[in-house]
């Protein structure tokens, strides 16, 4: 992930040096050459993650200038959110950096002290997957965690009620998919990750952005720094609310998204939330 950036687009490989002199250790190196299972830990990947999507869009700000300078707004899921607040100016590259270690760290303590884990369910309504979490969490915590797009929610719970739900939801006819990740994100499971983070917050240099970044938490777009301060400490336990996201987006008139970062995963929630509209990838 992020050799090819880093071998031909200047801009990005100062971006990956940086971040390994801001970790600590060599993140380039888990990036281009694994193991797998170290990149894959929380702790690793999200520093990972943030870095390659924003070497990624300097490869479009080499190749297309004109795109990026007439960005009009910014949003990133989950850790992505991060991304689009360094893009838009509310803490640099480093600060944002430091600020996604310590989160990774917190979250993969929290996840290494409660097994746990995220189910995708796809097919159901609402109200049928509120029912299966109130159903599941007799053996155990599961709530909703990503509200993604029609008919695709992933919920986050302890071991126990992720492999309960996975019966549940397939007895009411529904496909399942287990998450590879680490733990239940986006619920109180998470504690104390989210203290981590605001005592990070609280001495890391924000400022207001210079373009709205729409939040995770609110599905609002907005610029004060102390906004952020506090949605991101909520992210870690409350829902992401992305499908609301890309809806307020489009309805303030946006036509034409960019995918920066690894994988396509947003481009294909786009499409089945509005898919008339443009989105073009741009990858690590």
């Known amino acids: 992930m992020g050799r090819t950036l880093y071998e031909s687009v200047p801009a990005a490989k100062a971006l990956f040096d940086e971040a390994d002199r801001v970790l600590g250790y060599s993140l380039s190196s888990y990036c281009f050459e694994g193991p797998d299972a170290k990149l894959n830990t929380t702790a690793v990947s999200q520093p990972a993650i943030y870095v390659a999507s924003l070497a990624a869009l300097e490869s479009l700000r ?15 899921l989950s850790l992505g959110e991060y991304t689009a607040l360094a893009f838009a100016g509310a803490f640099s590259f480093a600060d944002g950096l430091r600020l996604v270690q310590k989160r990774g760290e917190a979250m993969q303590a929290a996840a290494d002290a409660t097994p746990s884990g995220m189910v995708s369910l796809l097919g159901l309504e609402m109200a049928q997957i509120e029912e299966l979490c109130r159903q599941a969490s007799s053996t155990g915590s599961m709530q909703i965690a990503n509200l993604l797009c029609p008919n695709n929610t992933v919920v986050s719970g302890t071991k126990a009620a992720c492999d309960e739900i996975e019966k549940l939801a397939s007895s009411a006819g529904a496909r399942t998919v287990r998450l590879n990740v ?15 983070l605001a005592d990070g ?6 400022q207001d952005a210079r373009l709205p970044v729409w939040s995770n938490v609110d599905g609002q777009p907005h610029t004060a720094a102390a906004d952020f301060r506090g949605l991101l400490v909520r992210q870690v336990l409350e829902p992401v609310r992305w499908e609301a996201t890309i809806r307020g987006m489009l309805e303030q008139g946006f036509d034409a998204f960019y995918e920066i970062g690894p994988g396509r995963v947003l481009a294909g929630l786009l499409k089945r939330i509005n898919r008339k509209t443009e989105c073009i990838n741009v990858g690590a």
């Open 62 to 76: 080499a190749a297309s200038p004109d795109i990026v300078a007439s960005c009009q707004a910014a949003a990133g």
């Open 182 to 196: 680490a733990g239940a994100f986006h619920t109180p499971i998470m504690k104390p990750a989210d203290q981590v």
């Open 201 to 206: 917050l609280s001495q890391a240099k924000l």
